[in-house]
């Protein structure tokens, strides 16, 4: 069964800076693409971060870039977004998604997904 499973959301305030989560079984991990997308109340799913494990490419949306890193640790099948400089306009629910092969933009493009961590922003 696959499975991903999100963790490290929750409140802070506008400049500071949290760490996201995404922890996988289920599949060979070494060989997956592992993105990042969030939705806020209102707007629709958008990617924000992706890693291709087979190559350590890797993706950021023009919104967050510069301001957000992602990583891999295979050992641990976990992927991670480092979230810093965070603004209001970041706050949404964080999903992990995952892709045999590759990154895709469009959450369409995925084919799993962990149940979503709440990230909210605060003035």
């Known amino acids: 069964e696959v499975q991903l499973v999100e963790s490290g959301g929750g409140l802070v305030q506008a400049g500071g800076s949290l760490r996201l989560s995404c922890a996988a079984s289920g599949f060979t991990f070494d060989d997956y693409a592992i993105g990042w997308f969030r939705q806020a109340p209102g707007k629709e799913r958008e990617g924000v971060s992706c890693?291709?494990?087979?190559?350590?490419?890797?993706y950021y949306a023009d919104s967050v870039k510069g301001r957000f890193t992602i990583s891999s640790d295979n050992a641990k099948n976990t992927v991670y977004l480092q979230m810093n400089s965070l603004e209001l306009e970041d706050t949404a629910v964080y999903y992990c998604?995952?892709?045999?092969?590759?990154?895709?933009?469009?959450?369409?493009?995925?084919?799993?997904w962990g149940q979503g961590t709440q990230v909210t922003v605060s003035s």
């Open positions: 998604a995952a892709d045999p092969q590759n990154c895709w933009s469009h959450p369409i493009g995925m084919d799993y």
């Open positions: 890693i291709r494990n087979s190559d350590g490419r890797k």
